[in-house]
Nanobody, 116 residues
Framework: QLQLVESGGGSVRPGGSLRLSCAAS????????IAWFRQVPGKEREGVSC????????NYADSVKGRFTISRDNAKNMVYLQMNSLKPEDTAVYYC?????????WGQGTQVTVSS
């Protein structure tokens, strides 16, 4: 059964850091683009970052450029999101996502709260 499981969320003060992990099971990550999304209650889910299958290509939302870094370890079937210089507006539930034809797959999400 194909599954994505996020971990690493928590509560931090502004300026702090967190590293989110996304563990894949039931399939091999190697061939797929993986993305991180986030969602605040009452708002649409928004794309944060994505990484190519080899890790050679990455993309970031303007709001996180220069602060977040996405990476992957295909040998471990893992994708990561290093989040530095966190701001209160980064508070959200963060989701890992993959599209494997013909379906979308989402993890259960991990809560990130940035507050003083």
């Amino acid at each position: 059964q194909l599954q994505l499981v996020e971990s690493g969320g928590g509560s931090v003060r502004p300026g702090g850091s967190l590293r989110l992990s996304c563990a894949a099971s039931g399939f091999t990550l190697d061939y797929y683009v993986i993305a991180w999304f986030r969602q605040v209650p009452g708002k649409e889910r928004e794309g944060v970052s994505c990484i190519s299958s080899t890790g050679g290509g990455t993309n970031y939302a303007d709001s996180v450029k220069g602060r977040f870094t996405i990476s992957r370890d295909n040998a471990k079937n893992m994708v990561y999101l290093q989040m530095n210089s966190l701001k209160p507006e980064d508070t959200a539930v963060y989701y890992c996502y993959v599209w494997i034809r013909p379906k979308n797959y989402w993890g259960q999400g991990t809560q990130v709260t940035v507050s003083s």
